[in-house]
């Protein structure tokens, strides 16, 4: 078996156990998922590293607390969704990971639908989900899917945010211990591309797709961009 499990009710008699560890032999992966607090960690692949999940209550608790000092329409994240004063977007997430930035647009106020296809990842954020109590959450919607997949089967909403990950000769910087991992897990996303332009097929009224700051654009060049010291957001327009 690829698939090692420590604790919890993930055991190999059970049908989700067998088809992540089908996944994993498929790809080659052997991950290493154990039972904490209540929910599901990924190992990290250095033993000197903590375990990966997500905490979603604390992880709300802290924006919560961030925003009671600091205004949402002023940060570059709510101004690329178009978040306003009393303007708050339903918002479709095309690659949820870590739930990081799911997170934040809950934080803003936003209605969320999340998705996330690679089964690791998502069976961390259905574990984190279960184990999670906070009542922005009733706005979230979780589908363990691929965009492409979702897209045709589900009306997709009039902001639709996209963070890919794709490989970029401008991206110099070492990437933290998640994205290093994701990274070894998920490669990089191949049909990035396909993505954008079955996106920019539908006309959202605005598409929002994070890129490193000095990397290139994904497809074409966008209304407007939104730039940090470390990120940038390339926002299109419906025409």
């Known amino acids: 078996m690829n698939l090692k499990v420590?604790?919890?009710?993930?055991?190999?008699?059970?049908?989700?156990?067998q088809q992540l560890n089908k996944y994993c032999n498929s790809q080659d992966l052997h991950p290493t998922l154990e039972w904490k607090n209540g929910q599901y960690w990924l190992h990290s692949d250095d033993l000197?590293?903590?375990?990966?999940?997500?905490?979603?209550?604390?992880?709300?608790?802290?924006?919560?607390?961030?925003?009671?000092?600091?205004?949402?329409?002023?940060?570059l994240l709510a101004r690329a969704v178009g978040v306003k004063s009393g303007i708050r977007p339903k918002i479709l997430d095309l690659t949820?990971?870590?739930?990081?930035?799911?997170l934040l647009f809950l934080s803003f106020g936003c209605e969320v639908i999340t998705l996330e296809r690679h089964p690791i990842i998502s069976f961390?954020?259905?574990?984190?989900?279960?184990n999670a109590h906070h009542s922005a959450l009733r706005r979230l919607t979780f589908f363990p899917l691929d965009a492409a997949t979702?897209?045709?089967?589900?009306?997709?909403?009039?902001?639709?945010?996209?963070?890919?990950?794709?490989?970029?000769?401008?991206?110099?910087?070492?990437?933290?211990?998640?994205?290093?991992?994701?990274?070894?897990?998920i490669r990089h996303d191949q049909d990035a591309l396909s993505v954008f332009t079955l996106v920019q097929s539908l006309?959202?009224?605005?598409?929002?797709?994070?890129?490193?700051?000095?990397?290139v654009e994904l497809g074409l060049r966008p209304q407007i961009k939104i730039e940090g010291k470390a990120t940038r957001y390339d926002v299109y327009f419906s025409s």
């Open 124 to 130: 961390l954020i259905k574990s984190s989900l279960a």
């Open 150 to 185: 979702f897209l045709t089967e589900h009306p997709a909403p009039d902001v639709i945010f996209f963070d890919p990950m794709f490989e970029d000769a401008n991206e110099k910087a070492l990437p933290k211990k998640e994205m290093r991992i994701f990274r070894s897990f």
């Open 48 to 75: 000197k590293e903590k375990p990966i999940g997500i905490s979603v209550d604390q992880e709300l608790e802290r924006h919560e607390e961030f925003f009671k000092r600091a205004s949402i329409v002023k940060e």
């Open 203 to 215: 006309n959202p009224k605005r598409f929002v797709v994070k890129r490193p700051r000095l990397s």
């Open 96 to 102: 949820g990971g870590l739930l990081g930035d799911t």
């Open 6 to 17: 420590i604790g919890g009710s993930l055991t190999a008699d059970t049908s989700e156990f």
